[in-house]
């Protein structure tokens, strides 16, 4: 089961430029994560937003949150080439289980 | 040591074969995951292991069979697979199972690339 859906599916900006990467989900949670993933790798986290709270940072890094429109977003500022990879946000909507969403391709070029 | 490690990293086999991926936390996590992924797709759940009995199943076909043999090991036993079978199939875990109000994240491995001929 798909809970969430990103947009957009892939995206490609120069260095320095900020990025921006949007999640749509379907029911109710109790906190959203956000995972980069790079090429054929593994997963690693990056922030987790929990529902009563409407924006995270953590370094370059800004999550939002809307409950009532069931989006978040992903800023990603002053991006690197290493910042290269997928995005994918994951909600907690089942017990025991992390839904993710269809993932943005970010592209960052020197 | 904040790190999961999963052998082997790439996986050849014959659809008669039977293997096993192995998975590995010294995290003290108490929740263990496996995932299969295709190539430009998101991560799907296959099973979730909590304090060391399995708590789901996502309807995985009985070719793929997990067992926890302690709180630190998780393997995934293989058997009798199909080319489609093919994916990245990645372990994770976390504190204790993510859902609720205590949500944790989740460390993953690099994978296990998997190849069915």
């Known amino acids: 089961s798909q809970q969430g859906e990103e947009d957009p599916q892939a995206l490609s900006i120069q260095e320095g430029e900020n990025a921006t990467m949007n999640c749509s989900y379907k029911?109710?949670?109790?906190?959203l994560q956000w995972y980069r993933q790079n090429s054929g790798r593994g997963l690693v986290h990056l922030i987790l937003?929990?529902?009563?709270?409407r924006e995270k940072h953590s370094g370059r890094l800004r999550v939002t949150l809307d409950t009532s429109k069931k989006s978040s977003s992903l800023l990603i500022t002053a991006s690197r080439a290493a910042d290269t990879a997928s995005y994918f946000c994951?909600?907690?909507?089942?017990?025991?289980?992390?839904?993710f969403g269809t993932g943005t391709r970010l592209q960052v070029f020197p | 040591d904040t790190e999961v490690t999963q052998t082997p990293k790439h996986l050849v086999m014959g659809m008669t074969n039977k293997k096993s991926l192995k998975c590995e936390q010294h995290m003290g996590h108490r929740a263990m995951y496996w995932y299969k992924q295709k190539a430009k797709k998101p991560p799907e759940l296959m099973f979730v292991y909590s304090y060391e009995k399995l708590s789901i199943n996502e309807s995985v076909p009985s070719r793929f069979s997990p067992e926890c043999p302690n709180s630190s090991l998780l393997n995934l036993h293989l058997h009798a697979l199909q080319p489609e079978d093919s994916a990245l199939y990645l372990c994770?875990?976390?504190?204790?199972?993510?859902?609720?109000?205590?949500?944790?994240?989740?460390?993953f491995g690099p994978g296990t690339r998997l190849t069915v001929t």
């Open positions: 994770a875990s976390s504190q204790t199972p993510t859902g609720g109000h205590r949500s944790y994240e989740q460390y």
């Open positions: 937003i929990r529902s009563n709270e």
């Open positions: 029911t109710s949670i109790n906190n």
């Open positions: 994951a909600t907690d909507a089942e017990t025991d289980k992390l839904i």
